[in-house]
C-alpha cells in the first residue's frame, strides 16, 4: 500500500518532552524551562510541538556546525518563500 502523505523536514515533529530529554538530555519536567535557559530557542507550533528540523538546526548552530546566520532565519525565509511562491 503506497504511503498517502510525504514525509518533509516541516511534518517531523517533537514534544517538549522529547526535547527535553532527546535532546538536552534532561528530564521531562524541565521542558518548561527551555526558552528559560536558551530564550533563542525555536519556539513551539500553535500545537505545542516542535520542528525536529529547527531544533536540529538549533543545535548545530549552538555547537558551532553552522554557522551561515540562525536557524530562525532560514525557518523564516523557508516560511516566507512558501507563502510566495506555495510548495
Not at 504511503?3 to 517531523?12: D, G, V
Not at 514534544?15 to 524541565?30: D, H, N, Y
Not at 538549533?58 to 525557518?75: A, C, I, L, T, V
Request: glycine share 4%.
Amino acid at each position: 500500500m503506497a504511503r498517502r502523505a510525504n514525509l518533509t523536514p516541516f511534518t517531523e515533529r517533537l514534544s517538549p518532552s522529547e526535547v527535553a530529554q532527546l535532546w538536552f538530555r534532561r528530564s521531562a519536567c524541565w521542558a518548561k524551562n527551555i526558552h528559560v535557559e536558551h530564550p533563542d530557542f525555536p519556539r513551539p507550533a500553535p500545537d505545542g510541538l516542535y520542528l525536529k528540523a529547527a531544533v536540529r538546526d538549533w543545535f548545530d548552530y549552538w555547537h558551532g556546525r553552522m554557522s551561515e546566520g540562525s536557524p530562525q532565519q532560514k525557518f523564516e525565509q523557508e516560511a516566507l518563500r512558501i507563502a510566495r511562491n506555495g510548495r
